[in-house]
């Protein structure tokens, strides 16, 4: 006769082990929820996500070698920016919109958590070279007159000037001092992981789960959601297997945290969560 959840030496982890395989798999996610709080199941999953997110990264080496970066147009960057990154808050309709910043030669899309800044010359587009022009030393954008785009309701994108100003988004992230910066590195093979473990803490209803990286002061953590965006984003603009570097201005009260490319490529702002009781987090320190 087949041993029950109900008997498992260590029920808790073999439900997680199950629902880390099948997220459908309501047998298991209901016996957590019915014999555990949210307090009990986040101390819980923390200590199973060690182990898992070691083994994430022995299975998927082999999709490393599989894997090619494949390069939309710019039309499907914009509206990949719109769908994934714009703000959708309507009180904000300047953070509704993708903004094309004519003086520092970037594409910026944010919605106050996450805040893309891509330079023109080096969009992760396969028409730049229909799309960016250069003469006389400088880059800017043809065929688009204004300022900031957006979709209308047939799904075309719209190019028009932003009635509102703008954030000042330059002022957010900091100049970079390679000798003034902690860092962080996260191999990109831990996403598949974590983004099962922030699948599972939105199903047993865990409310907010916590990231702590290295290079954080300690009162500050990255929410496990956000994270996951970060990787996802990156990975889909820029190749899925490149090391990601996490960095921290010492000199910044807030701490926030940003990728670095060394071309200079791409800034990508993940603001940090604060708290006395993020005492239980992932420790990514692998």
């Known amino acids: ?30 016996y957590l929820l019915e014999n555990y709080d949210e307090d009990e199941l986040k101390t819980e999953l923390i200590k199973f996500s060690k182990d898992f997110l070691t083994s994430t990264l022995d299975n998927e080496i082999e999709l490393q070698k599989r894997y090619k970066r494949k390069l939309g147009t710019f039309d499907e960057l914009v509206k990949y920016l719109l769908k994934n990154i714009c703000s959708k808050d309507q009180l904000r309709p300047a953070m509704n ?40 030393g400088d880059v800017f954008l043809s065929h688009y007159a204004f300022d900031s785009f957006k979709i209308d309701k047939y799904g075309d994108i719209l190019n028009e000037n932003l009635n509102d100003k703008y954030p000042k988004y330059k ?26 473990l922030n699948k599972m803490a939105k ?25 996951v965006r970060y990787i996802e984003l990156h990975q889909k603009l820029y190749g899925n297997y490149s090391y990601i570097h996490f960095t921290r201005n010492s ?28 005492n239980e987090c992932f420790d990514l320190n692998l």
């Open 203 to 227: 199903k047993l209803r865990i409310k907010r789960m916590a990231v702590k990286l290295e290079c954080l002061e300690n009162k500050s953590y990255l929410g496990l959601s956000n994270l």
């Open 171 to 196: 002022d957010i992230l900091p100049e970079l001092n390679y000798f003034d910066y902690s860092y962080f590195s996260i191999n990109p093979l831990l996403f598949n992981g974590l983004k099962t």
């Open 251 to 278: 000199n910044s009260e807030s701490s926030m945290l940003y990728n670095i490319d060394l071309l200079d490529q791409f800034r990508l702002l993940i603001m940090p969560v604060y708290g006395h009781d993020l």
């Open 1 to 30: 006769m087949e041993t029950t959840i109900l008997t498992e030496i260590n029920p808790i982890s073999e439900c997680f082990s199950k629902l880390s395989k099948n997220l459908s798999d309501r047998r298991s996610l209901d």
């Open 97 to 136: 919109t993708v903004y094309y910043d004519k003086e520092q030669k970037n594409i910026v899309a944010t919605d106050a958590h996450i805040l893309a800044a891509m330079s023109l010359k080096n969009l992760p587009i396969s028409d730049i070279n229909e799309n960016i022009t250069s003469f006389a």
